[in-house]
């Protein structure tokens, strides 16, 4: 599956209620989903990990369908097979 199928079916699942909230409140909903992240990394638990790593790219595609942005097309135009800063592949920015 490619990163614009998941959003379309992302789009098919929840647009009619992700349309209604709006691109702020589904902002705050990712950022809620990356703070659960952030707590399940600290935890030995790979399913959970999982669900949560689910949760983020879950809403992340929610929110490009409400901001009317392609996913993978913008993805793709910004790493496109090279660093964005260095212009390499593997990177070779300094830290
Ligand atoms: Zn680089």
Request: charged fraction near 35%.
């Amino acid at each position: 599956m490619h990163i614009y199928e998941f959003q379309e079916l992302m789009r098919r699942l929840y647009f009619h209620r992700d349309s209604q909230r709006g691109v702020e409140k589904t902002f705050e909903w990712l950022v809620e989903e990356v703070a659960e992240l952030g707590e399940a990394l600290k935890v030995d638990d790979k399913k959970t990990l999982e669900d949560e790593f689910a949760d983020v790219i879950a809403w992340l595609a929610s929110l490009a369908n409400v901001a009317d942005i392609n996913l993978e097309k913008a993805a793709l135009n910004k790493y496109d097979n090279k660093c964005p800063k260095c212009g390499r592949l593997p990177c070779q920015c300094t830290f």
